[in-house]
């Protein structure tokens, strides 16, 4: 071989080593750098077990009141075991009289007549609101003086006039929220 003959192959070889050296530094380098990078820790999802227990029910507010009815009249309302009742049951209609168990002995009405209900304020009003009462549109009126209220609700069905009234001591909040109950348990069959 003559001498320029291998300086012509001599550029070729050593371009080979030069990419073969690349290669080989890429090869260690991307080996290095996965070592480097640990591989993150695998994500393991744990499902949370469904909540089967159900929220207790609240607790019944009528538990232990006294269930009145009257089958002439088709109305059953429910009363606190405390309030003494008086029912009276005539041609004039149904009366249900109760008398709360407080220092004032406060009085409450559950009235159904067969007349219109009269037209007597107590007083000046304090509110009047529309209620819902056995399924029937109702009135409700407030009146306030002289530290007393009076609370009425009042309906009309089939020819019937229904009335509930409770007049005690404004001051007596649990009374009247007892009242509200009470008036909320009459229904109609």
Avoid: C
Wanted: avoid cysteine; charge should be neutral.
């Amino acid at each position: 071989m003559s001498s320029s003959d291998q300086r012509g192959n001599v550029p070729v070889i050593e371009i080979l080593i030069l990419v073969g050296l690349v290669a080989v530094g890429g090869a260690v380098y991307y080996n290095s750098r996965q070592k480097a990078t640990p591989n993150p820790a695998p994500v393991v999802v744990q499902k949370k077990a469904a909540d089967t227990t159900k929220p207790a029910p609240p607790a019944d507010p009528y538990a232990g009141w006294a269930l009145v009815t009257d089958s002439k009249y088709g109305v059953t309302i429910k009363v606190p075991p405390s309030w003494s009742r008086n029912l009276v049951d005539d041609s004039n209609g149904f009366s249900l009289t109760v008398t709360a168990d407080d220092a004032a002995k406060s009085k409450g009405t559950v009235t159904i007549m067969t007349d219109d209900f009269g037209h007597g304020t107590p007083g000046p009003v304090a509110s009047q609101t529309k209620v819902t009462i056995a399924g029937q549109s109702a009135d409700k009126t407030v009146w306030q003086g002289g530290g007393t209220e009076l609370v009425e609700y009042k309906f009309q069905k089939s020819g019937k006039y229904y009335k509930f009234e409770l007049t005690a001591p404004s001051t007596n909040t649990t009374l009247f929220d007892q009242f509200d109950l009470v008036v909320k348990s009459f229904t109609l069959s």
